[in-house]
């Protein structure tokens, strides 16, 4: 199926990795050229390299708004301003009961979850409107609306990111940007192996058996029983990016396995 972007420059945020190099995969299988930005700058060249011709890969702390700028200005020299911008970096952040967590937690999952992807798509947004076209695609998560109390601080940056990507579509449509939100759900991602391995440190025993309980105990409405692959996730952004997804704005688009329970976004 051909997805109408073939020519179109895409970035990537979160590209070294997980849902953002898969969906890097993705768009450059439908011909875009395709920059990748992470703050771990050794992984997003490499994964540039090994995803091939028309992908570059750039370092960028996305929590340091100077940073920011100065990726704008390194795209605007060495490429194109993109015509599609996924937004998939971010942590996990700090776990435990909500009034026991710092105000320096709350600081760190804002600015790496929240503030990062308001200040991306600040200096990326405005040439898609002059041009008249673009797409935006914010992950979220499943956390943005079946919060889990342990995880108060990724909770509400999610929630946050995804009523921001609503009122954003509602301005960028007229200008045929359209924003929507992908909110993925126990994916196979760095992210998801660290937490398992904890969980299978602190219990004693194997990582398998860490997901299966996991599965089982925290997240019982996931009907498939297992973790998603990025590249599940990695379709659905892709579709949102392209040409296919015409009439798609301010959406919300669930890839989790059943794991959320409830019929409302």
């Not at 995969?25 to 703050?39: K, N, P, T, Y």
């Not at 920011?68 to 700090?94: K, N, Q, W, Y």
């Not at 040439?127 to 601080?153: D, F, L």
Request: charged share 25%; net charge negative.
């Amino acid at each position: 199926m051909d997805m109408g972007i073939s020519g179109k420059t895409a970035l990537v945020t979160g590209g070294a990795s997980g849902i953002g190099r898969a969906t890097a995969r993705a768009l450059l299988d439908e011909g875009a050229s395709v920059i990748l930005v992470d703050l771990k700058g050794d992984a997003v060249s490499r994964a540039a390299d090994e995803l091939g011709d028309n992908c570059h890969g750039l370092q960028a702390d996305l929590r340091e708004a100077g940073q920011v700028s100065g990726l704008a200005e390194t795209v605007r020299e060495r490429f194109a301003m993109p015509d599609i911008a996924v937004c998939a970096a971010g942590v996990t952040g700090a776990k435990g009961h909500p009034l026991e967590l710092k105000d320096a937690d709350w600081q760190e999952a804002w600015e790496a979850d929240f503030m990062s992807v308001v200040r991306t798509l600040r200096v990326f947004v405005p040439t898609m409107t002059q041009r008249g076209w673009g797409r935006v695609v914010v992950v979220t998560s499943e956390n943005a609306v079946q919060p889990y109390w342990e995880e108060a601080v990724y909770n509400v940056a999610k929630a946050a990111l995804l009523n921001f990507s609503k009122g954003l579509s509602r301005v960028c449509a007229r200008d045929n940007v359209l924003v929507n939100a992908v909110s993925p759900a126990f994916i196979e991602t760095p992210m998801t192996d660290a937490m398992m391995k904890k969980k299978a440190e602190n219990e004693n025993v194997s990582k398998d058996a860490a997901i299966a309980d996991f599965l089982e105990n925290e997240r019982p409405f996931l009907e498939l029983g297992r973790r998603g692959k990025p590249e599940e996730a990695a379709a659905a952004i892709a579709f949102l990016c392209s040409e296919k997804a015409s009439f798609v704005v301010g959406a919300n688009y669930r890839v989790d396995g059943g794991s959320v329970a409830a019929i409302a976004t």
